[in-house]
């Protein structure tokens, strides 16, 4: 299914129709040559992808169910809603899948350390507690501004023996933690790998999370034929650097009946500048960052602006370059939700069907919540839930006004 | 311009040449020219001018921050060229735009070229411009006159930097060790074997960066290479001492050369 996609590659390494490719400082090619080298040599070897799948039944409880939203579906009158539980995932989300195979990798090459960027926290405590089990030094740059943000991630990246490294450069969030990884790496190299943390950076990259985290849209499918009969109408993603929708949608890339409809963090709405919408909408135009060629939110010269979303995972100037690809060729359809749709969709699905949704995932849910209405009954969409959002209680109790929790933090402070 | 008549011309009358960096925008454009006045004093060989980018990633923390700095002063693609211009007009010494793709790839390589041209620069640094990447890159710069410089680095293999080596013009930049800019290089450790291999892969020129700080650093490079680099050190020695102080390192470099 991956394949399929690749076969766009034009004859240039990386690419996906036009976007994608390898653009790094020259020290960094022969260690990505050799991540290229690994992971063909993984791909190809049918043990592989069974082990893997082993670590993730044994490790974090896969495969994830899906789950019908029986009290949804006949509140909002349309179709029937079904959702993909990765926030079921030891960690609470889809980063584990990626980490845990890329963990895995990591054993084939023989490193001993690992780095890693993270955003709103979930792809750095995966990391370190990949490393926690396979015995490995890790470090995990992080956003000055995402480190204030997100504590308890922070707490639990250090209990697990990672170093956290507060980037203080640029907009001190995702993306200055990404080029932070690239200094170290180009330094490290030997006996370090970079676990990126979304199908986004130069190849192999996005191929090598991608290929990973369609473990996503492989049970999907199974589970909806032997739950449903048939495949899903529409299916909906968030999308942020886009590694679980990317994965998902690749157990439904052939079947031209699926509709895909990834949606990204629409912030203070399209039209204010204060969102993260790369695809959706006309703020993104292509450019060349952070190793890969994509949608980006940049000026006109190319200088990157900042984005803001409610949701730190998708507070993000890039896209995966499959995304920008699938949206080109008219595979995909990308929607933005903005924060306060966001956290009504994340109250109604707390309320009607009692899933604490991630408030990345929840633009997922907010996006399936707008359009169900205009869809006949005999419909069935499906939705995946990236992550779970009890352990952003700060963040969620804090977007959400929460009177008591304030009295709480009051307290707790005060002591 | 043909860089390499002109390298060779200066080697003449100097061991190595001297080639130094600017971030223009920081600290302010009036800076950076009293920078460029002192460079014309200390008779540097060839200037760098970096156009800032928001995605440094081939900078350490120094020239990381400083192109951020003069981005949030507002520094346009405009005020650079214009800089650039005015620049390559009053100062004698060879000019060499360094940047990151992105700038050049937003303009088009035509317009990028066309610009670069017009305002007088020799050739154009992109650190994270692979040779696979350039495409039309190679002719239009050709057209215009134009130096692409090649980065060498220590972890491409002997038929990488061959491969690399056959695309650059002018000089070839060799940087001396892994990591980023702005860090302090150990110069004993085996920088003849690797500036060996760098010249077996071209026959341009070879430039020496990353790390180079002071006089004894130009000194050890007597006989490596043609031109050493220096660049985040000098920027620093503004930051800590101001105008005097930066002078100061000019003039070691300068001595360092004989």
Not at chain 1, 126 to 152: F, S
Request: glycine share 10%; hydrophobic share 40%; net charge negative.
């Amino acid at each position: 299914m991956l394949d399929s996609l690749l076969k766009n590659v034009e004859e240039r390494t990386g690419y996906f129709g036009a976007y994608g490719g390898a653009f790094t400082p020259e020290i960094l090619r022969t260690t990505l040559d050799e991540l290229i080298a690994a992971f063909e040599e993984a791909r190809k070897d049918p043990s592989f992808w069974e082990a893997f799948r082993a670590v993730m039944q044994s490790y974090s409880g896969r495969p994830t169910p899906i789950t019908h939203l029986e009290n949804l579906s006949e509140a909002l009158g349309g179709p029937q809603i079904y959702m993909k539980r990765e926030d079921l995932n030891h960690t609470g989300s889809h980063k584990i899948n990626n980490v845990m195979g890329q963990g895995l990798l990591v054993a084939r090459m023989g490193k001993k350390r690992v780095i890693a960027e993270t955003g709103a926290g979930q792809h750095g405590v995966a990391t370190a507690t990949m490393a926690a089990r396979l015995g490995l030094d890790c470090t995990i740059y992080m956003g000055a501004v995402d480190v204030e943000r997100q504590r308890p991630n922070v707490f639990w990246m250090e209990r697990l023996g990672a170093k956290v490294v507060s980037v203080e450069d640029g907009s001190a969030t995702l993306k200055d933690a990404i080029n932070q990884c690239l200094r170290d790496w180009a330094f490290s190299m030997d006996d370090t790998h970079y676990v990126l943390g979304t199908a986004c950076g130069p190849h192999p990259f996005p191929q090598i999370v991608a290929w990973f985290q369609q473990i996503i849209g492989q049970e999907c499918r199974e589970q909806m034929m032997a739950a449903t009969g048939r495949l899903p109408d529409r299916v909906y993603c968030c999308v942020g650097g886009g590694s679980n929708a990317t994965g998902t949608f690749l157990g439904f890339v052939d079947d031209a009946e699926v509709e895909l409809v990834g949606i990204e963090a629409g912030g203070a709405g399209l039209d204010s500048g204060r969102h993260a919408a790369r695809l959706a909408g006309a703020d993104g135009s292509p450019g060349v960052a952070q190793g890969y060629k994509t949608y980006f939110l940049q000026d006109e010269e190319g200088q990157m602006r900042h984005t803001h979303s409610v949701a730190a995972g998708l507070d993000y100037i890039g896209v995966s370059p499959i995304l920008a690809c699938l949206r080109e060729s008219g595979r995909a359809r990308f929607e933005a939700a903005t924060d306060e749709e966001v956290l009504a969709a994340f109250q109604t699905l707390l309320r009607r069907e009692g899933i604490i949704a991630a408030l990345e995932s929840a633009h997922a849910v907010a996006g399936a919540i707008r359009e169900a209405p205009g869809m006949g009954p005999d419909t069935n969409v499906l939705v995946t839930l990236s992550g779970r959002g009890d352990k952003d209680i700060f963040t969620i109790a804090q977007a959400l006004n929460d009177p008591g929790w304030q009295r709480f933090l009051e307290r707790k402070a005060g002591r | 311009m043909n860089l390499r008549t002109y390298i060779q011309s200066r080697l003449g009358s100097r061991k190595i040449l001297l080639m130094t960096h600017v971030i223009v925008g920081y600290p302010s454009l009036d800076v950076n020219w009293r920078m460029l006045e002192q460079m014309e004093r200390a008779d540097v060989d060839l200037v760098e001018l970096q156009m800032p980018f928001s995605e440094p990633i081939a900078d350490g923390p120094v020239f990381a921050r400083a192109n951020q700095e003069a981005l949030k002063q507002g520094l346009s693609v405009d005020e650079y060229f214009d800089f650039m211009g005015r620049a390559t007009e009053r100062f004698g010494f060879p000019h060499l735009m360094m940047g990151y793709y992105n700038t050049v790839f937003r303009l088009t390589h035509r317009t990028f070229c066309e610009r670069l041209s017009r305002c007088g620069a020799a050739g154009f640094i992109i650190p994270d411009l692979p040779i696979e990447e350039y495409h039309d890159l190679s002719r239009l710069s050709d057209e215009h006159g134009l130096n692409p410089i090649a980065l060498f680095t220590p972890t491409n293999s002997d038929a990488r930097l061959a491969e690399i080596g056959r695309r650059g013009q002018g000089f070839v930049y060799g940087v001396a060790r892994r990591g980023v800019t702005g860090k302090r290089t150990d110069l004993k450790a085996g920088i003849d074997a690797l500036a060996a291999r760098y010249r077996a892969a071209s026959d341009v020129p070879l430039a020496l960066g990353f790390g180079i700080a002071g006089g004894n650093d130009v000194r050890q490079l007597h006989g490596s290479c043609e031109i050493a680099i220096v660049g985040s050190a000098l920027l620093e020695r503004w930051e800590s001492g101001g105008e005097e102080a930066y002078t100061e390192l000019l003039d070691e470099l300068q001595n360092a050369r004989c």
